[in-house]
């Protein structure tokens, strides 16, 4: 027992042992005959499975005149079951099972879940692979999800900020763009059943497909139950069509107005295209964005715009990297509409600061830490590792690709952060984009650019051949 006189006199005195290296657990990965890629990450602390599914198929890939036929399958392909196991039915034995089943779709990837019992796994996996692999699409389930999507249309100016996000989008990738494209009534009306098949059996194959297991469940037992249940689903008979996904490059700086007028704010963005995340600048960028505006109350959008002009209660700002695809930077406020003009002057010196000398030695400690404080719950769950490594592997990135980008972070120099935004961030060059009342501004937006209007209102009809949807101020 330690005498009195060698007890520390402060906490800072105590002695810890290092830290023990981290490894994240590691899933099996096994390949089917028809292509499939199996992920198996036994955990038994609980009686429980998870099951996960991804495949390439989501809205990207919808034809122009029928956007929303992504969402209306995966909807129906859970409401309505199967011929064996109809929606209704299937609803009654899940809720028997105490299990769940889902479908949604994102952009370019349609993703499906299971949750269970473990001793249940045997039937819901079966559940789940007819699920899959043989929707029977009723009528029925079709039109109350066209109901749904019709709703959904109808209240889609409700909000500003949503009615903001979709300007951006529409300024950041044009209006055809698939990811710019909302459904509206037409292209909703246009889907039939049939479109719903050709999707399904377009899209949804196999080899273009991911499922892990993860739970109190034997490797070999659950991957025998796999191939029993998808091993003879057959492969892609055609190769992926082409989609252009990348943002519209920038030859100077443009503004983009959509109206709203029965609010007293507006809903301001600026943006540029960004990076994907296999990018060597990535890394850089992720702390640079923390040190602008990701960071929260540290960062300089929120103590610039927010606490010494008090321009807006919420804004903030950085890179968005995509694993399949070129991502955005945009950096965002609300702000009272006599204060638009001074929120964008704002942020966009803001952005012309950062580019003009490196981040200050304090800056790049707090970006860093707020990181790494962070990368823990990268791997708070089993869970989340698995879904992260099929992540990885669906968009072909390297199993440790999480580890390299987090110790690149660590190691990263006030000088890399600050050549990579310059590389990647002109404020000569960023779409400004703006949602709210045509009156009331302190400047008007022709001074940050050349002015185009959205119309973003709710067509009640089908838009006529050759419109755009865009009209000139």
């Given amino acids: 027992m330690p005498t009195p006189d060698a007890r520390p006199s402060s906490h800072?005195?105590?002695?810890?042992?290092?830290?023990?290296?981290?490894?994240?657990?590691?899933?099996?990965?096994?390949?089917?005959?028809?292509?499939?890629?199996?992920?198996?990450?036994?955990?038994?602390?609980?009686?429980?499975?998870?099951?996960?599914?991804?495949?390439?198929?989501?809205?990207?890939?919808?034809?122009?005149?029928?956007?929303?036929?992504?969402?209306?399958?995966?909807?129906?392909?859970?409401?309505?079951?199967?011929?064996?196991?109809?929606?209704?039915?299937?609803?009654?034995?899940?809720?028997?099972?105490?299990?769940?089943?889902?479908?949604?779709?994102?952009?370019?990837?349609?993703?499906?879940?299971?949750?269970?019992?473990?001793?249940?796994?045997?039937?819901?996996l079966e559940l789940f692979a007819d699920v899959l692999r043989r929707p029977a699409f009723p009528e029925d389930k079709i039109e109350l999800a066209r109901m749904l999507l019709r709703t959904a249309i109808s209240r889609r100016n409700d909000q500003v900020g949503a009615m903001a996000h979709r300007a951006f989008q529409i300024a950041m990738y044009g209006k055809a763009s698939p990811f710019a494209r909302e459904?509206?009534?037409?292209?909703?009306?246009?889907?039939?059943?049939?479109?719903?098949?050709?999707?399904?059996?377009?899209?949804?194959?196999?080899?273009?497909?991911?499922?892990?297991?993860?739970?109190?469940?034997?490797?070999?037992?659950?991957?025998?139950?796999?191939?029993?249940?998808?091993?003879?689903?057959?492969?892609?008979?055609?190769?992926?069509?082409?989609?252009?996904?990348?943002?519209?490059?920038?030859?100077?700086?443009?503004?983009?107005?959509?109206?709203?007028?029965?609010?007293?704010?507006?809903?301001?963005?600026?943006?540029?295209?960004?990076?994907?995340?296999?990018?060597?600048?990535?890394?850089?960028?992720?702390?640079?964005?923390?040190?602008?505006?990701?960071?929260?109350?540290?960062?300089?959008?929120?103590?610039?715009?927010?606490?010494?002009?008090?321009l807006a209660y919420a804004v903030g700002g950085g890179f968005s990297a995509e694993y399949d695809r070129t991502g955005l930077f945009r950096a965002v406020c609300q702000t009272k509409t006599e204060s638009a003009g001074q929120?964008?002057?704002?942020?966009?010196?803001?952005?012309?600061?950062?580019?003009?000398?490196?981040?200050?030695?304090?800056?790049?400690?707090?970006?860093?830490d707020q990181i790494q404080n962070a990368e823990i719950f990268e791997y708070d769950s089993r869970e989340e590792v698995l879904a992260r490594r099929m992540t990885l592997d669906h968009h072909g990135y390297p199993p440790d690709f999480l580890e390299r980008v987090n110790a690149r972070i660590r190691g990263v120099e006030a000088r890399e952060v600050h050549a990579a935004i310059q590389r990647h961030v002109d404020p000569r060059k960023l779409n400004v984009v703006a949602v709210g009342p045509r009156d009331g501004m302190d400047r008007p937006l022709s001074d940050f650019g050349p002015v185009t209007t959205l119309d973003l209102a709710i067509p009640s009809s089908p838009p006529r051949p050759g419109s755009a949807g865009i009209a000139a101020p």
């Avoid at 000398?357 to 800056?363: G, L, W």
Wanted: one cysteine or more.
């Fill in 343 to 368: 929120a964008i002057e704002a942020i966009v010196g803001e952005i012309e600061r950062f580019l003009a000398a490196p981040p200050d030695d304090e800056e790049l400690a707090t970006a860093k």
């Fill in 183 to 310: 459904p509206e009534y037409a292209t909703v009306d246009a889907i039939a059943r049939d479109d719903l098949r050709a999707f399904h059996d377009r899209f949804l194959r196999p080899d273009r497909m991911r499922i892990g297991l993860v739970g109190d469940f034997d490797t070999e037992r659950a991957f025998a139950l796999v191939d029993q249940f998808f091993g003879d689903w057959p492969k892609a008979s055609a190769p992926l069509p082409a989609v252009a996904t990348d943002p519209i490059a920038l030859e100077g700086r443009r503004v983009f107005y959509a109206e709203k007028d029965d609010v007293n704010q507006t809903h301001v963005l600026l943006g540029a295209p960004g990076v994907r995340r296999s990018d060597p600048d990535w890394p850089a960028l992720r702390v640079a964005s923390f040190i602008l505006g990701a960071g929260g109350f540290s960062s300089r959008l929120v103590k610039k715009v927010r606490t010494e002009l008090g």
């Fill in 12 to 124: 800072l005195q105590i002695a810890f042992p290092p830290l023990p290296a981290f490894a994240p657990p590691v899933p099996e990965v096994r390949t089917l005959r028809n292509g499939l890629r199996v992920f198996l990450m036994e955990d038994h602390e609980l009686p429980l499975v998870s099951v996960r599914a991804m495949a390439r198929a989501g809205a990207a890939y919808e034809a122009a005149d029928k956007v929303g036929l992504a969402s209306v399958t995966t909807t129906v392909m859970r409401t309505g079951g199967t011929a064996a196991n109809p929606g209704d039915r299937l609803d009654d034995e899940l809720g028997s099972l105490a299990a769940a089943i889902d479908v949604s779709n994102g952009a370019l990837t349609t993703t499906a879940s299971a949750e269970c019992l473990s001793d249940r796994l045997p039937r819901v």
